[in-house]
């Protein structure tokens, strides 16, 4: 820039001042000063120092009343740890926070734990439900193939419903979906059965079991069985025709005869051949067979007397059936008939025929009638049919043949029990067997709360056979199922050949195979005896343990009773192991005849023999008799089995009894009885030693109760105040 140019601007601005009219003073500043000046407004607009910000924030919280040193010290305390991250540790040194922190910690660690196991349930739950919902789509696609499709009378509910009811949950409620079904009534098809077959007269008897083999009683459940098949077929042929009304023609006369025929004309019969011809347009023999099929008897004879012109001796054969309160036949008709079917019925070509005359005359029941019963519940009806239940020869069928041939011939496999659980369950309980379907149905996780309130209803009505023991299993099979075919072991310890030798040399595989299997079902005893036969003496002793630890205390009651048939069992066990020696482990072996000899103490415990039972029991040297013994005694516990610890509160209530029994006895007998001379006590001032027998009871008494305190053996509750209760009655 020029000198004249800036002299020029200097001269400008000293005018502009001077023109103004202002009070202020006047201020003249070199570049230097110019600087600073500068420098100080730049620091005012730099950013705020902490030192700042606490004197403003001091200004503005401090006037409210809040302390802002304490406030700072809580901010900085807070953690920003993710939630459920482990804490960090703390100093050794610091104790209190050692323990606060690893509290926390372990609370951290059980929310994430269940966390994650929430998740899983949830994972599980999902796969199990699109599971199920596939095979119930697989299920139709296999009928919608056989031509069954919505045509199908099946012998279940509409799908299962009752399975798979989705239950709004709304809210908060501790009943899983198969709970809230009974609270929405939604197994109605269910209790109609159980309603049906409960309702029974009941022969008194002495015990449960032969009620429910009296032959009237195996009578009456028959009958409500056919009765609730019947009701459910005319409730299907119902709905069938006036579902098709135009088809059906059903007119105005009310009647069995009439909705047979009615139905008859929506489902045309497809077999051919039919013989006798025909009554209102449709096969004679059929329409006999759907009108017992429905339970009306006098609609079948009315069949009967419109064709009886070709039928032969039959009109008179089912007059007498129908006439007859029990639907028998007699000897001499039962012959005739019976004749009449293997010489011409059981080869003809028609298969209704086949299956009245197998119904009137329980002919042939062997016979699957499989053209005509293609569904379970037309089988099981014939079946029932035939079934006679009065005294007669081996040659007939009778509810038990029944009963074993659909349980343990066919079984739940044959069924596809777990997938169609409802069909099985039907087919048991309308053969009254009642345990098997409450065991079938108890395992079936989503079907348990079923079998708990039907068992309870059963068990109310006094038609459930319980087992001895809530350990023992409720299902038990006769010993004749495998003898037969896998042998037998005898007496002399040898083993008798079954049928299965004649086929396969090496034997041993199969029998350790089915053993095995059986074990698995929980039937222990046949088990036993499996393992027993293929030499397997460590898993025999090692099962006999613990059905015997079970029953070893239960009193020694009828010569079929669980208790009474273990010990048989057991002892030519032993018997045979003791002579001819065997592979068991020292363990089980040693658990083994001490439970035995424990049943031996029982049985004198429950006769009444207290000497007897008290002397086995110091031969045991299980229990202390001195108080120097005590603590040797509670060692040597802790060396035996679970299965022995499951008796000790049986055998300490039991040895506490005897010795009250005792003290009792000598409290109230005269000093001078030869009681305690025999004893070897001598007393003081002429008592003849009963004081001193009585302080020796006492003292046997607080043995007991100083054991079982000192026991590192949890015993149950009642047992510690049973024994001091007694104790405290012989003092």
């Given at each position: 820039m020029?000198?004249?140019?800036?002299?020029?601007?200097?001269?400008?601005?000293?005018?502009l001042?001077a023109?103004?009219?202002?009070?202020?003073?006047?201020?003249?500043?070199?570049?230097?000063q110019?600087?600073?000046?500068?420098?100080?407004?730049?620091?005012?607009?730099?950013?705020?120092s902490?030192e700042?910000?606490?004197?403003?924030?001091?200004?503005?919280?401090g006037?409210?009343?809040?302390?802002?040193?304490?406030?700072?010290?809580?901010?900085?305390?807070?953690?920003?740890a993710?939630?459920?991250?482990p804490?960090?540790?703390?100093?050794?040194?610091?104790?209190?926070?050692?323990?606060?922190?690893?509290?926390?910690?372990?609370?951290?660690?059980?929310?994430?734990?269940?966390?994650?196991?929430?998740?899983?349930?949830?994972e599980?739950?999902?796969?199990?439900?699109?599971e199920?919902e596939?095979?119930?789509?697989?299920?139709?696609?296999?009928?919608?193939?056989?031509?069954?499709?919505?045509?199908?009378?099946?012998?279940?509910p509409?799908?299962?419903?009752?399975?798979?009811?989705?239950?709004?949950?709304?809210?908060?409620?501790?009943?899983?979906?198969?709970?809230?079904?009974?609270?929405?009534?939604?197994?109605?098809?269910?209790?109609?059965?159980?309603?049906?077959m409960?309702?029974?007269?009941?022969?008194q008897?002495?015990?449960?079991?032969?009620?429910r083999?009296?032959?009237?009683?195996?009578?009456?459940?028959?009958?409500?069985?056919?009765?609730?098949?019947?009701?459910?077929?005319?409730?299907?042929?119902?709905?069938?025709?006036?579902?098709?009304?135009?088809?059906?023609?059903?007119?105005?006369?009310?009647?069995?005869?009439?909705?047979?025929?009615?139905f008859?004309?929506v489902?045309?019969?497809?077999?051919?051949?039919?013989?006798?011809?025909?009554?209102?347009?449709?096969?004679?023999?059929?329409?006999?067979?759907?009108?017992?099929?429905?339970?009306?008897?006098?609609?079948?004879q009315?069949?009967?007397?419109?064709?009886?012109?070709?039928?032969?001796?039959?009109?008179?054969?089912?007059?007498?059936?129908?006439?007859?309160?029990?639907?028998?036949?007699?000897?001499?008709?039962?012959?005739?008939?019976?004749?009449?079917?293997?010489?011409?019925?059981?080869?003809g070509?028609?298969?209704?025929?086949?299956?009245?005359?197998?119904?009137?005359?329980?002919?042939?029941?062997?016979?699957d009638?499989?053209?005509?019963?293609?569904?379970?519940?037309?089988?099981?009806?014939i079946?029932?049919?035939?079934i006679?239940t009065?005294?007669?020869?081996?040659?007939?069928?009778?509810?038990?043949?029944?009963?074993?041939?659909?349980?343990?011939?066919?079984?739940?496999?044959?069924?596809?029990?777990?997938?169609?659980?409802?069909?099985?369950f039907?087919?048991?309980?309308?053969?009254?067997?009642?345990?098997?379907?409450i065991?079938?149905?108890?395992?079936i996780d989503?079907?348990?709360?079923?079998?708990?309130?039907?068992?309870?209803?059963?068990?109310?009505?006094?038609?459930?056979?319980?087992?001895?023991?809530?350990?023992?299993?409720?299902?038990?099979?006769?010993?004749?199922?495998?003898?037969?075919?896998?042998?037998?072991?005898e007496r002399?310890?040898?083993?008798?050949a079954?049928?299965?030798d004649?086929?396969?040399?090496?034997?041993?595989?199969?029998?350790?195979?089915?053993?095995?299997?059986?074990?698995?079902?929980?039937?222990?005893?046949?088990?036993?005896?499996?393992?027993?036969?293929?030499?397997?003496?460590?898993?025999?002793?090692e099962?006999?343990n613990?059905?015997?630890?079970?029953?070893v205390?239960?009193?020694?009651?009828?010569p079929?009773?669980?208790?009474?048939?273990?010990?048989?069992?057991?002892?030519?066990?032993?018997?045979?192991?003791?002579?001819?020696?065997?592979e068991?482990?020292?363990s089980?072996?040693?658990?083994?005849?001490?439970?035995?000899d424990?049943?031996?103490?029982?049985?004198?415990?429950?006769?009444?023999?207290?000497?007897?039972?008290?002397?086995?029991?110091?031969?045991?040297?299980?229990?202390?008799?001195?108080?120097?013994?005590?603590?040797?005694?509670v060692?040597?516990?802790?060396?035996?089995?679970?299965?022995?610890?499951?008796?000790?509160?049986?055998?300490?209530?039991?040895?506490?009894?005897?010795?009250?029994?005792?003290?009792?006895?000598?409290?109230?007998?005269?000093?001078?009885?030869?009681?305690?001379?025999?004893?070897?006590?001598?007393?003081?001032?002429?008592?003849?030693?009963?004081?001193?027998?009585?302080?020796?009871?006492?003292?046997?008494?607080?043995?007991?109760i100083m054991f079982?305190?000192?026991?590192?053996?949890?015993?149950?509750?009642?047992?510690?105040?049973r024994?001091?209760?007694?104790e405290?009655?012989?003092?």
């Amino acid at each position: 820039m020029d000198t004249d140019d800036f002299a020029d601007l200097q001269q400008q601005a000293d005018q502009l001042t001077a023109e103004m009219d202002t009070d202020l003073p006047r201020i003249s500043r070199n570049l230097t000063q110019i600087l600073e000046a500068g420098s100080r407004l730049l620091s005012k607009v730099a950013p705020i120092s902490q030192e700042s910000t606490d004197v403003k924030a001091s200004i503005l919280l401090g006037t409210k009343g809040y302390d802002i040193p304490k406030i700072s010290q809580k901010l900085e305390g807070l953690s920003a740890a993710k939630t459920f991250e482990p804490l960090e540790p703390v100093r050794d040194t610091d104790i209190q926070s050692f323990l606060k922190n690893e509290r926390e910690n372990a609370l951290l660690a059980v929310i994430e734990q269940t966390r994650k196991n929430t998740f899983q349930e949830t994972e599980r739950r999902h796969w199990e439900c699109m599971e199920n919902e596939w095979e119930r789509e697989k299920q139709k696609i296999l009928n919608s193939l056989r031509g069954l499709g919505q045509d199908t009378y099946d012998f279940q509910p509409e799908s299962e419903s009752f399975l798979d009811d989705q239950v709004s949950l709304q809210g908060r409620s501790n009943l899983d979906n198969v709970e809230m079904a009974y609270a929405r009534q939604n197994v109605i098809n269910l209790w109609e059965m159980v309603k049906c077959m409960v309702e029974v007269p009941l022969v008194q008897t002495s015990s449960i079991l032969d009620t429910r083999s009296d032959p009237r009683t195996q009578s009456s459940f028959v009958e409500k069985a056919k009765e609730y098949l019947q009701q459910m077929y005319l409730k299907y042929i119902t709905t069938t025709i006036y579902g098709n009304l135009q088809q059906a023609q059903l007119g105005g006369i009310p009647g069995t005869y009439n909705l047979v025929r009615s139905f008859l004309n929506v489902k045309p019969l497809s077999v051919r051949n039919l013989e006798e011809g025909t009554v209102d347009g449709h096969p004679t023999w059929a329409m006999i067979y759907f009108c017992l099929r429905c339970g009306d008897l006098q609609a079948a004879q009315q069949v009967v007397n419109k064709a009886s012109h070709n039928l032969g001796d039959f009109p008179s054969f089912m007059q007498e059936y129908i006439s007859n309160e029990d639907h028998r036949l007699s000897a001499g008709s039962e012959t005739k008939i019976k004749l009449q079917y293997r010489r011409i019925v059981k080869n003809g070509t028609d298969p209704y025929k086949r299956a009245v005359y197998c119904i009137v005359g329980h002919c042939d029941p062997k016979e699957d009638h499989g053209e005509i019963a293609d569904k379970i519940d037309d089988y099981l009806w014939i079946k029932l049919c035939q079934i006679q239940t009065d005294s007669g020869g081996q040659d007939q069928f009778t509810l038990q043949k029944l009963q074993t041939l659909l349980y343990e011939d066919f079984g739940e496999s044959h069924f596809n029990g777990y997938q169609q659980p409802f069909l099985y369950f039907q087919v048991l309980v309308l053969t009254a067997q009642f345990e098997a379907a409450i065991e079938f149905m108890a395992r079936i996780d989503k079907l348990l709360c079923h079998a708990v309130h039907i068992a309870l209803v059963l068990y109310e009505l006094k038609m459930l056979i319980l087992p001895h023991s809530n350990q023992a299993q409720l299902c038990k099979c006769l010993d004749t199922d495998f003898e037969m075919l896998l042998g037998k072991i005898e007496r002399d310890g040898n083993r008798k050949a079954g049928a299965i030798d004649k086929f396969h040399g090496d034997t041993q595989k199969i029998i350790e195979r089915v053993a095995k299997d059986t074990e698995n079902k929980g039937l222990f005893e046949d088990a036993v005896r499996l393992y027993d036969l293929g030499k397997k003496h460590d898993k025999v002793l090692e099962l006999l343990n613990r059905l015997l630890s079970q029953v070893v205390s239960h009193p020694g009651s009828s010569p079929q009773s669980s208790r009474d048939r273990l010990r048989n069992l057991a002892v030519g066990v032993a018997e045979r192991y003791r002579v001819q020696g065997h592979e068991g482990n020292r363990s089980n072996t040693s658990t083994f005849f001490l439970l035995l000899d424990l049943l031996v103490f029982f049985d004198y415990y429950h006769e009444g023999n207290l000497d007897d039972a008290i002397n086995v029991m110091k031969q045991l040297q299980l229990l202390p008799f001195t108080s120097d013994s005590v603590e040797h005694k509670v060692k040597t516990f802790r060396h035996y089995t679970d299965e022995v610890r499951r008796c000790l509160p049986d055998i300490l209530l039991a040895t506490m009894n005897i010795y009250h029994s005792q003290y009792k006895n000598a409290k109230n007998t005269t000093p001078q009885s030869p009681m305690f001379s025999g004893r070897g006590v001598t007393g003081k001032d002429g008592d003849g030693g009963k004081d001193t027998y009585l302080n020796y009871l006492r003292s046997q008494a607080r043995c007991l109760i100083m054991f079982a305190g000192m026991l590192p053996y949890r015993l149950p509750g009642d047992t510690n105040a049973r024994l001091v209760q007694i104790e405290v009655l012989m003092n």
